[in-house]
């Protein structure tokens, strides 16, 4: 497809952010805020769902769906699980930490912070909260941040409780985790604004950089995520859920934008052929006896529909790789079946050409119709060929509203039907906190990414690259205070700013990268083996061993693992007597490559050597000693 012109296509779109916050305890009880090892779960029990009437005598349309599921819904808890998590007490009062990091936010994003905050019911029926509702409160409105595209207004954030995290999930059951449920979060929503797949992932770094200035969120994988609402002109509203990575934001929107004009064009394809959905649902499954497919073969039983003028329409591309009937199977999939398959691409997996002809006979279907079928039970094939019937036809007038997930491709697949306004009610249990003029004033503001970035240039000489790599880094305060003890005289000199940076980034990832855990370092130890390095107790060259010792050997001091390493400092002169003792018994080899010899000596000399003086000092001796064996033997 070319570049596609997204003003043309009318292209509108916004950002939901829900960033973790890092606080102490959950949102609605004193469960402490952190993630278990799932062998710890301990017991579990299950619920199932059912839709009910909003305060406003309303049924959610995404909760209706959900309810047709049938599923049932297991948690594993944990010793640290209490009753407010399995929903047997009524939640407590709201955390007034995490009140107080939602209000720095709230600042930081320029928003009119609401006078007193209501917590609210928000209807969840994917199952990952035991109460049926996720509890939310709005805390401020009507910000705005600059793009070069020109101000995306944020309309909204709220301080809402994490959901359970999904294990496993199968055709009936989903199983999930109540380590991570109730864990304070923000959801920051911006308006309509964006225009086109760069800008919403500049806004979205722009934002994520904002949450992390507070040094007061979470990080990781899962602590942050992005859904993304989309539509295009004629298209409709689709909310894309659980972007984890911005890199791939402008993939997803640009993909879903590609559906979307492949959706319309096959709509007015649909409706130039007088196409037409047959409701009638058939049992095919004697046609399939002897069949060598081993999923009917396993399901035993077969069920089929046929959509009228639809041949050739189920097997077009919609997204990269994803067919229109990919769109039918994600709908079925909701059932429990496995998959459809579709006289578009049949024969195929396992089902003979003979099978196909006996199929289309039994609905009486041309090449330009398209018969689709299930293979499953009948209350499962019948619940997924009426939902296929239904989305098939909506195909004949447009785009449907509905919630979709991102997958690792960049592509999405449905989840159910956007939710409406009858999903939100009063939560009863929580008195409301009034937010006071003095409670806002204490509020202390952090230094923003960027600006710490150009001071860090200023005061430290360095350049954009590592500026900014250290000001983003959860160890920027650790550099400060290192830099703070270093900063005149010798020790300036052996702690240069360089160094420090390099350690507390790309050192601390190569070690965690290679399973090393760095998290038992502490900030002493770290602090204590800059001042031996400034004074001449080991060279820079020592530094990831001794960081590697201490990760594995928390309990002992620096002195300790540098001894045991044997990276404590050789004295100058031995430095000297064994570098000349090297190259006198490899002076043929000297002579031969002359001043190319150094380079090869130097892994000899330093693999003895090594952390115990710096390199450029063996360096420099090295050569000296090269030179004076070549000038013997002039």
């Known amino acids: 497809m070319a570049e596609l012109d997204y003003e043309s296509i009318g292209l509108v779109a916004g950002l939901e952010i829900h960033q973790q916050l890092d606080t ?38 995404a909760a209706e769906a959900e309810e047709r599921y049938r599923r049932t819904f297991v948690y594993k808890a944990y010793d640290s699980t209490c009753l407010v998590e399995s929903d047997e007490e009524p939640p407590h009062e709201l955390n007034r930490e995490a009140l107080e990091i939602a209000l720095e936010i709230a600042l930081l ?97 722009h934002i994520g950089m904002i949450l992390h200035s507070t040094g007061k969120v979470k990080r990781g994988l899962g602590t942050i995520r992005q859904d993304i609402n989309v539509s295009i002109r004629d298209g409709a509203r689709v909310e894309i859920k659980g972007v984890q990575n911005l890199g791939m934001i402008e993939k997803v929107i640009k993909n879903e934008v590609i559906r979307q004009l492949n959706l319309l064009k096959i709509r007015d ?43 050739g329409i189920v097997g077009k591309e919609i997204q990269p790789g994803r ?17 459809i398959f579709h006289t578009d691409e049949l024969p195929a997996y396992g ?151 390099r350690t507390l980034t790309d050192t601390m990832t190569e070690l965690m990268r290679e399973g090393v855990p760095v998290q038992n370092i502490g900030e002493q130890h770290i602090i204590k083996m800059f001042e031996m390095l400034a004074a001449g107790d080991f060279s820079k060259e020592a530094i990831p061993e001794i960081l590697r010792g201490l990760a594995t050997n928390p309990e002992k001091s620096v002195e300790e693992v540098v001894t045991e390493l044997g990276l404590k400092a050789m ?10 003792r090297v190259v006198e018994e490899r002076a043929d080899f000297v002579r031969m490559r002359g001043l190319k010899a150094v380079n090869p000596l130097m892994g000899v000399v330093m693999k003895e050597l090594r952390g115990k003086v710096d390199g450029k000092i063996v360096s420099e001796m090295l050569k000296n000693a090269v030179k004076r064996i070549l000038n013997e033997s002039v």
């Open 571 to 580: 004295d100058i002169d031995e430095v000297k007597k064994f570098i000349e």
């Open 269 to 311: 394809e649909l409706r130039r052929s007088n196409a037409y959905v047959e409701r009638e649902i058939k049992d095919v499954s004697e046609i399939f006896k002897g069949t060598k497919s081993r999923v009917i073969r396993a399901a035993g039983r077969v069920f089929g529909v046929c959509l009228r003028k639809y041949g």
């Open 109 to 205: 994003l320029d928003m009119d912070i609401v006078d007193e905050v209501h917590t609210m019911r928000k209807i969840v029926i994917d199952g990952s909260n035991t109460s049926g509702f996720q509890r939310t409160a709005l805390i401020a409105t009507n910000g705005k941040i600059e793009t070069e595209e020109g101000v995306v207004r944020i309309n909204t954030l709220c301080l809402e409780e994490e959901a359970a995290q999904k294990l496993t999930e199968e055709e009936d059951c989903v199983v999930y985790s109540l380590d991570r449920l109730g864990i304070p979060l923000v959801e920051i929503g911006t308006a309509p604004d964006i225009r086109t797949p760069e800008q919403a992932r500049k806004v979205a770094e």
């Open 351 to 501: 089902i003979s050409e003979e099978e196909v002809i006996k199929l289309k006979r039994a609905f009486n279907a041309t090449d330009e119709d398209c018969v689709i079928i299930v293979a499953a039970d009948e209350e499962r094939a019948v619940n997924a060929l009426n939902a296929i019937l239904e989305r098939a036809e909506v195909a004949r007038y447009g785009i449907p509203e509905e919630t979709r997930r991102a997958l690792e491709d960049g592509n999405t697949a449905y989840m159910r039907p956007l939710p409406g306004a009858a999903r939100m009610y009063p939560e009863t249990d929580v008195p409301p906190i009034e937010i006071t003029e003095d409670m806002v004033r204490r509020i202390k503001l952090p230094e923003l990414f960027e600006d710490r970035k150009r001071r860090y240039m200023r005061e430290y000489g360095i350049n954009e690259e590592l500026a900014s790599k250290i000001a983003r880094s959860i160890n920027f305060k650790l550099f400060e205070k290192i830099m703070g003890m270093f900063s005149s005289g010798d020790a300036a000199d052996r702690i240069p700013a360089t160094l420090v940076i």
């Open 24 to 61: 102490q305890h959950k949102l609605f009880c004193k469960c402490p805020a952190t993630l278990r090892a799932k062998k710890d779960s301990n017991f579990e029990f299950f619920r199932y769902l059912r839709a009910s009437k909003s305060e406003m005598g309303e049924i959610d349309r």
């Open 323 to 339: 067919r229109f009937g990919s769109e039918l199977s994600d709908v079925a999939k909701r059932f429990g079946v496995g998959g």
